[in-house]
């Protein structure tokens, strides 16, 4: 009796991790750490996330006895991997680069779980939730004990809402940096224009001083009438020209007037 006791909840317990990871091979995903994960997309390189919901593989970023015949992701396709766990699920979060793959931009993406594609599973859990969204190039998938931790009902919401998470990528890093270049830089160009500025004044303060000492507005004085000279004694030399010829015609007036008197 003891016997089949035993036997009975050995059965019980490997029937159970068959449950578990019940599913068919090349399309069971598992998750272990940020590096040994898998998740499911479309069996073809630009295929269509929603519409290959029923034929949906696995594709892993290693090999794992866990999701047998599973595929390699593209190399650079993952971006970014953030691993977290809870109480009965684990999960994995982060960015792809949708062109490694060739998934158009304009695809909002789509949801896999336990029935599209039918036939699938996690290993080691009861139930799996797992999002593509190639328009924002963002994934999620999250592997439950329970049923409920996999909101399955809600595929329109999308990752964030579906899979709270670490969503971010490595141009994150990228786009803090140029940030802190710019932060950086701003200062550079304020002092720049401070400078341009320091040099007006400057100017204005040198004009200020010259005036002061009146040699420079003197020698800017001289220079400016020297380009008009030519124009101005044309007009002086007439003038003494016509005073001449009156003083002449008056000597000789004077010596006819002489001339009668006589």
Not at 20 to 49: F, R
Not at 131 to 150: A, G, M, Q, W
Not at 234 to 242: H, Y
Request: proline share 6%; aromatic share 6%; net charge negative.
């Amino acid at each position: 009796m003891l016997l089949k006791i035993t036997s009975i909840t050995s059965a019980a317990a490997i029937f159970s991790g068959i449950a578990a990871a019940a599913g068919n091979p090349g399309q069971i995903v598992q998750i272990e750490s940020a590096t040994d994960w898998c998740m499911m997309m479309p069996p073809e390189a630009g295929g269509d996330i929603a519409a290959n919901e029923d034929r949906a593989i696995a594709f892993c970023t290693t090999s794992n006895p866990d999701a047998p015949d599973a595929k390699i992701f593209p190399e650079g396709f993952i971006q970014s991997a953030h691993f977290a766990s809870g109480d009965g699920y684990v999960q994995i979060t982060g960015m792809i680069d949708r062109t490694r793959y060739s998934l158009s931009p304009d695809d909002e993406g789509g949801q896999y779980d336990l029935k599209a594609p039918v036939g699938s599973a996690c290993a080691n859990y009861n139930s799996y939730v797992n999002l593509i969204e190639p328009h924002s190039n963002t994934y999620c998938i999250r592997c439950c004990e329970n049923k409920e931790d996999c909101n399955t009902g809600k595929s329109t919401f999308g990752c964030a809402d579906i899979v709270p998470g670490d969503y971010s990528g490595p141009d994150d890093e990228v786009t803090h940096a140029v940030a802190a270049t710019t932060t950086q830089t701003k200062p550079a160009i304020a002092t720049t224009a401070a400078s341009s500025t320091n040099t007006t004044l400057s100017a204005a303060a040198r004009t200020t001083s010259t005036s002061a000492a009146t040699n420079t507005p003197a020698a800017i004085a001289t220079t400016a009438p020297n380009s008009a000279t030519p124009e101005a004694s044309a007009p002086n030399a007439a003038i003494v020209d016509r005073g001449q010829s009156v003083a002449f015609l008056g000597t000789v007036a004077a010596a006819a007037a002489a001339i009668l008197l006589f």
